[in-house]
């Protein structure tokens, strides 16, 4: 890449990115998914700390009791209050959910976009690799790693999940690029002498962004759920510490009779789901190259 | 098209291959073995047992051993079940899962794709929120939660439904719309983002102008091109939907599948595994190869040199 | 002008719906078992195997007694020794010679009649190394079994067990063994038919078809009819069983349902008997439906192994202090609901007439005590150390209930650390835990079942201690003929047991199960034992 050409990027970047923030600040429901999600997030690292209960503390005797005015979401079956639980377990699944999505993102989106700009024999392997790993046992790799490293640290879960949910990222990135490669312009810019790199950057992947913008947010929700099958399998977060997709999968199955257990933990799931997605859709009407020009 | 099929089914053998190899070498990096239990057996006993199934030789001959009987089609009996062959069960359970898999499909693909589509055409309406509000609900609650809420409603209260097995056909709704809800939530977002991309292109705008009316616009020129994304994850999705679901069949009491890939790795049924493994390679480079076959079809510029 | 082809599907889809509601099923599997004498019955998982002589849980015992029969079978209700395949038998008054004689009605379910030749095919094949039979070790009360097995001995005609005539079989013990006609009952000790062994891989063939339907022969009160995994396997009652007459039921279908799915199937009438009921499911029993939710204790404790050669574990005033310091009552009351008794010892209630006599308190102070003794006052300086579980939401809950009474009453702070099952064993095997959750079922009704574990050389003595006096203590026990002075002795290693602490005891299992009032003819049974022989269904038009 020549230093003008860097300079180009750059510029279109900065351009791009100030359109972008005009156009989010138009956009009322990306602002409320905005404020609803950083309220989320606060409420959950600061909140515990402002409750009189731990998340830990447990009260045999009192068991699972329904909402009241001490504890506002009801208790779980040990008598945890279950707002402070629900709270730290957002920690949690917030953390992994971005994490593991974001290697997810950067593995999925590279790696289809070069499969589908290089084509041919390359495209094919690359593919084909994508195809292998589809089938390959997921449950047993997680059971090795859990063996393998002893400690059970976050970063261990990023890259186990992130491992899988790549997959599909990359085959749709790369049907997409596969789309687009052809087209005029990108013949034209090629024409031009502008570099692979710049092509791919400046001319692909921006007419990508509709489908990984709405794959991205589809991502969050499968990794948080992800998360409470490998903590059943002994990765991951242990007890007395939760998740969201523990407690939703353990509130389930007690749903009618003690509806609480499931219905707070997933209404902050889902309202965190729901900003996110309104977030994900400004975004992806504001960085749309078609929409600003 | 012929050209790209052969090559592509030339392809699977070395892709099958490096399943089978690291699938094999997975299992016997993974703690424990098929024939650990709570009492564990006198070591002799467990050399007879292995003894038995040529676990006791060296790593390189259990391999080839493995790779011939491959070659032959047999992946022998499953260690957990004992009178048992591998294909048996898979040809007894995957049916089931097939069927299952196929409503599902059915129930996500004319729900979602609709959905998504109008919601795309009535862009910033309430219509959208609305549309893309329930969609939004199928993603937030998972089948192990959509599972028991439904059975609490349509069998449990409204007595409509059996609450689980598979003989009758009314059995087949629950468990269909639990598995395809969340594919048809997939599916809607992935439509509307992929028409709302296409309804901004020019030849849209062209055709909009030329004066035709509005859905003949939308059916003509736009739904192919906003339908891609949904294709290509349809292909992978698709393998897995017909494979069978380890919550829905649990939930639902289905003789399917998809307990069968859980079961056999927590089992460490090395022979099942395999079996499970490489069935489901060969449905992931099937589907995904009708999936470009349709790709292409949809997009004929996308087609290879 | 077209109409938008994809509401088309949406529309058909509705439509196809609509009609299906219409076309359920009405008649419950409880209401069609009532009234043609089938029984529905949740066994909790896919039997891994119906092969008498290798099967190893419950669950595949569970199913195999419809199907075979040994010499004596126990009485439903009472548990008591009754005849089975052998109509009478008599004891030599040493203990040693056992002569049993056949019911000449018994048959298999092929017509074949059952012979004690089929009985020595089937010591013989359980005890053949080659099988690798799992539990052969239950035959080793006869005379040269041990040897046979482990290969001392290679001419089966030496094991202690003769066939007399067509209808008379003979067997020596090694030494006199009081509960033998129990153990006979023990699905080791079931015949299998000979020609149908051999003729699907010969004697010593694991991987057999020979238990699949349509190939099963047995000699019990019900034949194998269909068997398909995770789907049921369907048992008709037999035409040839030698007491076919006082079987009430016609068929029964085991179904290998998961426990949350049970609960609904029983709630809904398509189930008569669950396997178990879910913790949080029990309470709501109790108060809505008492006469339908059953408790029977089992032989079983559930406790905590302690690796002893762990600091700071390998003090026994740490591990003491970790065990006192455990609220059983609350743990059982309040967490695990199905009546379960606390455990102050290990070996449960009444195995064998034996109830011990030592204890250990429940008092916190004195933990305190001596964990500042061992030098950890309030637990200050304690070393991290880890809690090790299999997967499950019980042991979890069990665990981390735990983990906070020993951080509030000795200032302990621990991690859970949880594992799926193999990988646990591994672990285990390995002894690469500091505390891990185990469990132990009675083989048979003693308390030498429970206690030898604590032997040095068990193989299931995970915890490195290693005692010669208790070592001692169980060998004489084993050689010791009168059942009082037997007890004494193992109240002595009770005793010495608890005092060193290797295992934490924590509760005396209870089975929970939902039973239909139609079923009569099922007890309440101390090793969950159910002859389906007993069962009936009466339902209430």
Redesign the interface.
């Given at each position: 890449m020549t230093k003008h050409e860097r300079e180009q990027i750059a510029n279109d970047a900065t351009s791009l990115g100030r359109d972008a923030w005009e156009q989010i600040k138009r956009n009322r429901m990306a602002q409320i998914g905005g404020v609803l999600f950083i309220t989320i997030t606060l409420l959950c690292w600061i909140g515990p700390a402002l409750s009189s209960y731990s998340f830990e503390q447990q009260n045999l005797a009192y068991g699972p009791q329904a909402p009241s005015t001490e504890h506002w979401f009801g208790t779980d079956d040990l008598g945890r209050d279950l707002f402070v639980r629900i709270l730290t377990g957002g920690q949690v699944s917030i953390s992994v959910g971005f994490a593991a999505t974001l290697v997810a993102l950067i593995i999925g989106v590279t790696y289809g976009s070069i499969a589908g700009y290089v084509g041919g024999k390359s495209e094919d392997l690359m593919m084909r690799f994508v195809d292998a790993v589809y089938a390959l046992p997921f449950t047993m790799i997680v059971i090795i790693l859990t063996v393998t490293f002893n400690e059970k640290n976050l970063i261990l879960i990023f890259m186990a999940i992130g491992a899988v949910e790549w997959l599909t990222m990359a085959r749709i990135v790369r049907g997409q690029t596969r789309a687009l490669r052809k087209l005029n312009y990108v013949d034209a810019a090629k024409v031009y002498g502008a570099s692979h790199l710049s092509i791919l950057l400046k001319h692909i992947l921006p007419n990508c962004l509709g489908p990984i913008i709405v794959y991205t947010t589809l991502t969050i929700p499968a990794v948080i759920l992800l998360e409470s099958v490998l903590s059943f399998l002994g990765l991951g977060v242990q007890p007395p510490m939760s998740s969201w997709g523990v407690l939703i999968n353990e509130g389930a199955k007690k749903i009618d009779i003690y509806p609480w257990q499931l219905i707070f933990p997933a209404i902050f799931f889902s309202l965190t789901l729901f900003a996110l997605n309104f977030i994900g859709d400004g975004l992806r009407d504001a960085l749309d190259p078609k929409e600003s020009k | 098209m012929f050209n790209l099929i052969a090559r592509r089914l030339l392809q699977a053998i070395p892709t099958l291959w490096v399943v089978a190899t690291a699938t094999f070498l997975l299992l016997r990096l993974a703690p424990g073995g098929p024939f650990d239990d709570e009492k564990p057996l006198a070591p002799e006993i467990k050399e007879q047992i292995e003894a038995h199934y040529g676990l006791n030789l060296p790593l390189h001959e259990q391999y080839f051993a493995f790779l011939g009987n491959l070659l032959k089609g047999d992946f022998g009996p499953s260690y957990k079940y004992p009178g048992w062959d591998v294909q048996e069960i898979i040809a007894q359970a995957f049916p089931v899962s097939l069927e299952l898999g196929l409503w599902g499909l059915l129930i996500a693909l004319s729900v979602g794709i609709p959905i998504g589509t109008l919601a795309a055409i009535k862009h910033n309406t309430s219509t959208e929120t609305g549309l893309m509000g329930f969609a939004m609900v199928g993603i937030c609650l998972p089948s192990f939660v959509i599972g028991p809420i439904l059975l609490l409603i349509f069998s449990l209260t409204l007595n409509w439904f059996n609450p689980l097995g598979w003989s009758y056909a009314s059995d087949r709704v629950l468990p269909a719309v639990t598995l395809g809800l969340l594919y048809a939530a997939y599916i809607a977002r992935l439509a509307r983002s992929g028409m709302l991309d296409v309804l901004r292109h020019d030849y849209i705008r062209t055709a909009r102008a030329k004066g035709l009316a509005e859905r003949a616009v939308v059916i003509r020129h736009a739904l192919r091109t906003a339908l891609y994304p949904v294709v290509a994850y349809l292909g992978p999705a698709a393998a897995g939907l017909i494979s069978g679901s380890f919550v829905v069949e649990t939930i639902f009491f289905i003789p399917g599948l998809g307990p069968f890939f859980v079961n056999a790795a927590l089992n460490r049924d090395y022979q099942m595994v395999m079996g499970t493994v490489l069935f489901y390679a060969v449905l992931i480079i099937l589907f995904n190869l009708i999936v470009d076959i349709i790709q292409m079809w949809m997009n004929p510029r996308a087609r290879h040199d | 002008?077209?109409r938008?082809?994809?509401?088309i599907?949406?529309l058909?889809?509705c439509a196809l719906?609509s009609l299906?509601?219409g076309?359920?099923?009405k008649t419950t599997n409880v209401e069609y078992g009532n009234a043609n004498q089938e029984l529905f019955i949740g066994i909790g998982a896919?039997p891994?195997?119906?092969?008498p002589h290798?099967l190893?849980g419950l669950t595949e015992y569970s199913v195999v007694m419809a199907f075979l029969e040994g010499l004596t079978t126990l009485d439903a209700e009472s548990m008591r020794v009754r005849p089975g395949v052998a109509q009478s038998w008599e004891i030599s008054e040493d203990g040693l010679t056992y002569t049993f004689h056949f019911n000449p009605k018994a048959k298999w379910s092929n017509g074949d009649p059952v012979t004690p030749e089929d009985f020595l095919f089937s010591f013989e094949r359980i005890l053949t190394?080659?099988?690798?039979?799992?539990y052969?070790?239950m035959l080793y009360p006869m005379r040269g079994a041990e040897a046979f097995h482990?290969g001392e001995l290679t001419d089966f005609s030496k094991v202690g067990a003769t066939a007399i005539d067509e209808y008379t079989l003979q067997i020596v013990l090694e030494q006199p063994t009081p509960y033998f006609l129990s153990l006979l009952a023990h699905n080791t000790w079931f015949p299998v038919h000979p020609p149908t062994i051999l003729q699907h891989g010969g004697m010593t063939e694991?991987?057999?078809?020979?238990?699949?339907a349509g190939n099963y022969i047995g000699n019990g009160p019900f034949v194998l009819e269909d068997w398909?995994?995770?789907?049921r396997v369907y048992a008709v009652k037999s035409q040839h069983y030698h007491d076919t007459d006082s079987v009430k039921l016609n068929g029964i279908h085991f179904?290998p349902?998961?426990i949350?799915?049970e609960e609904?199937?029983f709630?809904?009438g398509?189930l008569h008997i669950t396997e178990s009921v879910?913790?949080?499911?029990i309470e709501?029993y109790r108060e809505n439906s008492p006469e339908t939710i059953h408790f029977a204790t089992s032989l079983g404790v559930y406790y905590y192994m302690l690796n002893t050669e762990r600091e700071p574990l390998n003090d026994p005033r740490v591990r003491k202090a970790l065990a006192y310091s455990i609220?059983r009552e609350?743990?059982t009351k309040?967490?695990l609901k199905a009546g379960q008794q606390p455990a102050y010892h290990f070996t449960p209630p009444n195995a064998g007439g034996y109830n011990a006599e030592a204890r250990f308190p429940y008092d916190p102070d004195l933990a305190r005590e001596l964990l500042a003794e061992a030098g950890f006052p309030a637990g200050k300086d304690f070393p991290a150390f880890e809690l090790l579980y299999n997967?499950s939401?019980s042991h979890?809950?069990i665990?981390?209930?735990i983990?906070?009474m020993w951080k509030q009453e000795l200032g302990i702070d621990i991690?859970?650390?949880?594992?799926?099952?193999?990988?646990?064993?591994?672990?285990r095997?390995a002894g690469e835990f500091d505390i891990l959750r185990a469990?132990w079922f009675g083989d048979y009704d003693d308390p030498n079942t429970f206690l030898s574990l604590g032997e040095t050389n068990n193989?299931?003595n995970h915890t490195n201690w290693s005692n010669a006096e208790y070592d001692a203590l169980i060998k004489q026990a084993a050689v010791t003929l009168d059942p009082e002075a037997r007890k004494a002795i193992f109240q002595k290693a009770e005793t010495l047991l608890i005092d060193e602490m290797p295992v934490i005891p924590i509760y005396f299992y209870v089975t929970s199960r939902l039973i239909d009032d139609s079923v009569q003819g099922w007890y309440p049974s101390i090793l969950d034992n159910h002859p389906y022989q007993a069962i009936e269904l009466i339902g209430n038009e």
């Open positions: - | - | 002008m077209h938008p082809p994809f509401f599907p949406t058909c889809l719906l299906l509601i076309c359920a099923k896919e891994a195997t119906l092969d290798l190893t190394p080659l099988l690798g039979a799992p052969a070790y482990t694991r991987i057999s078809k020979w238990t699949k398909r995994l995770n789907n179904l349902i998961d949350e799915t609904r199937a709630r809904t398509h879910p913790i949080h499911r709501w609220n609350e743990l309040h967490v997967t939401e979890r809950t665990a981390v209930a983990q906070q991690e859970l650390h949880n594992q799926e099952w193999k990988a646990y064993l591994s672990t095997e469990a193989g299931n």
